[in-house]
């Protein structure tokens, strides 16, 4: 299976702030590669597919890139409502496609 | 409106059986892929199943030979049967549309979730 490992696990920011969460995969997922958002009590939402394609709806202030094994979602303003715990996923190896542990962003 | 409504849960006991449905409303299950992903208390995200459009299904090495997925077109809704159960089975169960977008296949729907917990 792929591991995916994201840093940091936790995040303190304050509204306003730039944030960039890395994720990097095990192997090579090329651009295999999507960012979800969950907060409490919810079901994750999808953000970021594709490395770096927003997701219809998702606001511009969220972007991803990377490719290979490296990856990052970069928030550039914080807002109130983004403070949740971010999941990046690797969809290039079917059928196991693996979550990282998360980033848990904290006002 | 594209929807996923999980129910089924609840508290089992250890070596219990409990099998969970999701009732899709928007679009047909039967024409995408489908999967569960759970989420243990406190922890992070991980795949369970995947049933494919044309009936195959597969499974995390955690829940191999004890869950199984199915699907009934008829209703469109999707089942897991969960047998064996352990305390390592508590967690939240989603289930969640895979589709592609641009040859990325991603869960862009999911249902609310329905917590499944294994005690005594």
């Known amino acids: 299976d792929i591991q995916m490992t994201q840093s940091p696990s936790s995040l303190s920011a304050s509204v306003g702030d730039r944030v960039t969460i890395t994720c990097r995969a095990s192997?090579?997922?090329?651009?295999?590669l999507n960012w979800f958002q969950q907060k409490p009590g919810k079901a994750p939402k999808l953000l970021i597919y594709?490395?770096?394609t927003l997701h219809s709806g998702v606001p511009s202030r969220f972007s991803g890139s990377g490719t290979g094994t490296d990856f990052t979602l970069t928030i550039s303003s914080l807002q109130p409502e983004d403070f949740a715990t971010y999941y990046c996923h690797q969809s290039y190896s079917p059928p196991g496609y693996t979550f990282g542990q998360g980033t848990k962003l904290e006002i | 409106e594209v929807q996923l409504v999980e129910t089924g849960g609840g508290l089992m006991q250890p070596g219990g059986s409990l099998r969970l449905s999701c009732a899709a409303s928007g679009f047909t299950v039967s024409t995408t892929y489908m999967r569960w992903v759970r989420q243990a208390p406190g922890k992070g995200l991980e795949w369970v199943s995947i049933?494919?459009?044309?009936?195959?299904?597969y499974y995390a090495d955690s829940v191999k030979g004890r869950f199984t997925m199915s699907r009934d077109n008829s209703k469109n809704t999707l089942y897991l049967q969960m047998n064996s159960l352990g305390a390592e089975d508590t967690a939240v169960y989603y289930c969640?549309?895979?589709?592609?977008?641009?040859?990325?296949?991603?869960?862009?729907?999911w249902g609310q979730g329905t917590t499944v917990t294994v005690s005594s």
């Open positions: 192997q090579s997922i090329r651009n295999s």
């Open positions: 969640a549309r895979e589709e592609p977008y641009n040859y990325h296949y991603v869960m862009d729907v």
């Open positions: 049933i494919y459009t044309g009936g195959d299904t």
């Open positions: 594709g490395s770096s």
